[in-house]
């Protein structure tokens, strides 16, 4: 078509007249938009908005989230994904011989509590300034792949918060809370009083380890206390590592073998 057939086709078409060319401008004369089109293409473009926010909201809580604004959370929402109490993998690609072993995956599904799905959000409450500085490491490209592991005091610091309260907290655990609103290792020892060797044991007052030294999200969990108590009949649950088994692991999962 030459430029000339294809302006005189537009301006013959009533509908694109006002978006045709400048050279059909002021032919036609342009309509003035009723005050209640206005209003209307307003209140279209507020609902739009509304709703585009609440689903943006309801989306940030899913863990695809994750990984569509930030592609290394992708081995975490496939880790977590996993089907519960089979072979699987961890966050590093290792397997696992029992999935309930990686505390992401146990906790996903679970008819314990009030709520039947555990998401990211749940354990990774969002907090904008961790937000922010993870967000700005991501873009300069400022962080080692595999990520270096958090522990619960690195996760919670955020929030001025202490470790323990990843895992025990007024919406998680609560029952394991004394009075001061902090984890009281006491409640915590008679959770496991009937294991042979109790991992919860409040022998060595002074070696209260975090909850993540031995319950990991993303990976084997290890019972720690086999650092030292290696000889004696410790239960290591199914899936779970020894301390020296979990050593082992970080060091092939980061190529320092
Ligand atoms: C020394 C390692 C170790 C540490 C530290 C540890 N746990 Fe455990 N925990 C275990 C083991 C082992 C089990 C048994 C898991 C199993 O049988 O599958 C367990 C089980 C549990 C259970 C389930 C108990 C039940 O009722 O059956 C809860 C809840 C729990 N731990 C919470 C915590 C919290 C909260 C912390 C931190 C304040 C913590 N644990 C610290 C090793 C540990
Ligand atoms: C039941 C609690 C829980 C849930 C649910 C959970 N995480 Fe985690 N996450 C942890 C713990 C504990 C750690 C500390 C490192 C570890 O133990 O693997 C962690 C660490 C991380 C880290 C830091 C890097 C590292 O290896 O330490 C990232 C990133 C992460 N999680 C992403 C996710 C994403 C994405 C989801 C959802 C798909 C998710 N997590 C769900 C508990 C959880
Ligand atoms: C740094 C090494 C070390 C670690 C880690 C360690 N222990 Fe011990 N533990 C010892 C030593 C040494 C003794 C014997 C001396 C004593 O009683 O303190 C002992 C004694 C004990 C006893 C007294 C009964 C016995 O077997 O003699 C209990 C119970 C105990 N440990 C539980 C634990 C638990 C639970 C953990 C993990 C949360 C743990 N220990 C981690 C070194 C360790």
New binding site residues.
Partial sequence: MKEEQKVEAMNSAPDSAEAATPTAKGKKKRKKMSRKKFWSIIGIVVVVLVIAGAGMWKWHEEPSFCSTFCHIEADYVANYSQEQGVQGTDKYGNPVSNTNAMMSVLHRSNDTTAKSEIKCVDCHVPNMEELAHDGVNFVSGNYYLPRTERDGAALMKWDGKESSQLCANENCHSYLLGADGKVDRKKLEKTTADME?????T??AN?E?QCTT?HKGHRASV???T???EH?NVEVPDGWLT?QQSQDLMAKSFGNE
């Fill in positions: 060797f109790n991992p919860h044991d022998h060595h070696l380890m031995c019972v720690a206390c650092g030292c108590h004696e301390y």
